[in-house]
T-cell receptor, first 110, second 115 residues
Framework: TQLLEQSPQFLSIQEGENLTVYCNSSSVFSSLQWYRQEPGEGPVLLVTVVTGGEVKKLKRLTFQFGDARKDSSLHITAAQPGDTGLYLCAGGQGAQKLVFGQGTRLTINP | DTGVSQNPRHKITKRGQNVTFRCDPISEHNRLYWYRQTLGQGPEFLTYFQNEAQLEKSRLLSDRFSAERPKGSFSTLEIQRTEQGDSAMYLC?????????????FGPGTRLTVL
């Protein structure tokens, strides 16, 4: 069974601080997606990474795929209250089902 | 392109009743997926279609669950004889299905509450 472990599960920090969320697995994935989900809504895609060692930036968010394609991280610089939400990583093997982590619930306090 | 749509957004039913959900994927997307998400967890895969063919079903999909995609466009997910444990958010996603590393786009979900 493929599993993705996200850490931390909950994170509450002050506006302006930096943070990193981790996504780890013992399985190799062909791609890894990061999604953000608001209460009562579906996940919204943030980024897809496919190459080992790949780094992608989206404004204040930096995503990295591990060299072995088993792990990933999301780093947010100077967090803002608008960054509050549930962040989900999901691993794909081919163009089939995604395996999701349990999510990181992030709260940014003004 | 209006994205993936799902109807209804919310459904409250009594235990033992049947319910049906609909998903309309992004047009020209060949693949359609169903996931289930319970409170505090990430989504779990249920099944997926390549055009009208159902290619994989999770062990989570008991005999009471059935999904169809009759013309390769919209899909329906039916739950028969609902149980309280079926209460969850049911998410639909679609993808082009052309690349090895396909990106899935999710709809807003249908929240089911079984009383």
């Amino acid at each position: 069974t493929q599993l993705l472990e996200q850490s931390p599960q909950f994170l509450s920090i002050q506006e302006g601080e930096n943070l990193t969320v981790y996504c780890n697995s013992s399985s190799v994935f062909s791609s890894l997606q990061w999604y953000r989900q608001e209460p009562g809504e579906g996940p919204v895609l943030l980024v897809t990474v496919v190459t080992g060692g790949e780094v992608k930036k989206l404004k204040r968010l930096t995503f990295q795929f591990g060299d072995a394609r088993k792990d990933s991280s999301l780093h947010i610089t100077a967090a803002q209250p608008g960054d509050t939400g549930l962040y989900l990583c999901a691993g794909g093997q081919g163009a089939q089902k995604l395996v999701f982590g349990q999510g990181t619930r992030l709260t940014i306090n003004p | 392109d209006t994205g993936v749509s799902q109807n209804p957004r919310h459904k409250i039913t009594k235990r033992g009743q049947n319910v049906t959900f609909r998903c309309d994927p992004i047009s020209e997307h060949n693949r359609l997926y169903w996931y289930r998400q319970t409170l505090g967890q990430g989504p779990e895969f249920l099944t997926y279609f390549q055009n009208e063919a159902q290619l994989e079903k999770s062990r989570l999909l008991s005999d009471r669950f059935s999904a169809e995609r009759p013309k390769g466009s919209f899909s329906t997910l039916e739950i028969q004889r609902t149980e309280q444990g079926d209460s969850a958010m049911y998410l639909c996603a679609s993808s082009l299905g052309l690349a090895y590393t396909d990106t899935q786009y999710f709809g807003p979900g249908t929240r089911l509450t079984v009383l």
